[in-house]
């Protein structure tokens, strides 16, 4: 009993208009409700829970928070207790903060991130229903993504002063929250620096993931498909409507997972993701990334890395 | 079409005025400003004009781009298309980051 699933993500837009035609037309979400601060909340059509995604209107992209939704009210109680006992400060926040959301715990990752965990959100259901449903629904647009998966969080490394907040982040999350690590990537003398480490607290090869940088920031928030072939029909959707697209069609060695990655209007990249890869357990050998073979951990096709996927993020 | 030039490479090429300064870069394939998110998002394709004057075109994060920063010229590549000639200095740089 613990963390389920990422819950939502909150982030920021410039263009609220622009944005909206992007996370409907593009990736197939549909809009729950917009509150008097102008913030928008939509969910995928096949997540049940109100929203996954918060659009906030900004005069800068970029991550407010994400949260995790857990199994109920006990495990939010024992789970914000041992965040206090690691040594975290928590912020209890009051069912109604959010719209449609019960009550929050609030923190801050090492890395600085924003965090929330939740028990509580107005369920209105899957768009196929859930009794006798039909596999997909009639009125689907755009890539029609299931649901929000996962996101990748840069987190500040400085070797120079010993700072990596990547691997603090790793720890909190392993021994406060009760994630497992499936995968990483090492470099340096013996493989000795950490700059890449997935989470999961699921049978999915990732629930969360981290990546280090000079400072902290949100790479990605990522969408799940179902297949090699709705990726491509992704793409296609991303090319009518002129999406700027970061990496066109591969798959990664790590996770094995197919995928895109693209720029909302506001510069926010995001990803569809097919295929879980595999099944991740607790007990499941850990899968190391070394140095030289970083190419093709990331893009296992063409074993070379893409400088604006390296080198940028909000 | 104007021409584009880097003050600094001294190259150039053209770019249209119903396309933006990036966008008519990346188009022919060229590589002398840092390509991002193009969305005016992430600053990579920040530059400073030098000659000539641009038309803005949509919105750019105030976290790259200060107030300041505009009235002196200092814009991002995705958000301004040419109206005249351009001379352009880069400014903004793919800051590695992680690997």
Redesign the interface.
Known sequence: MGVMRIGHISIKV??MAEALKHYQNVIGMKVTHTDAGGNVYLKCWDEWDKYSVILTPS????FNHVAYKVTDDFALVRLAQKVRDYGIEVEELPAGTLPDCGRMVKFNMPSGHEMRLFAEKDILGTDVGSTNPDPWPDDMRGAGAHWLDHCLL?CEMDPERGVNTLVDNKHFFIKALNFFETEQVV?GPNGSIQ??CFLSHSSKPHDIAF????TSGLHHLSFFLDSWHDILKAADVMAKNRT?I?VAPTRHGITRGETIYF???????NETFAGLGYQAQRDKPLITWTEDQ?GRA?FYHTGS?V??F????? | MHAVLLAETSEEYLCGSAETLLAGMVRLGRKCIP????????G?CKVAIVKGSVRKC??M????VSEEEESHGVLLACRATPMSEIELKVIGK??????
């Not at chain 1, 005069?59 to 970029?62: C, D, I, K, L, T």
């Not at chain 1, 390296?310 to 909000?314: A, F, I, L, N, S």
């Not at chain 2, 390509?35 to 992430?42: A, I, K, R, W």
């Open positions: 410039m263009d005069n800068q992209a970029g840069v470099v700059i890449a990546v280090a940088g000079p700027r970061d720029f909302d209007p506001s510069g926010n990249r970083v990331i890395l400088e604006s390296t080198t940028v993020y909000t | 390509v991002g998110c193009v969305n005016g998002g992430c990579v949509g919105l994060s105030r976290v790259h793919m800051k590695k980051i992680i690997w």
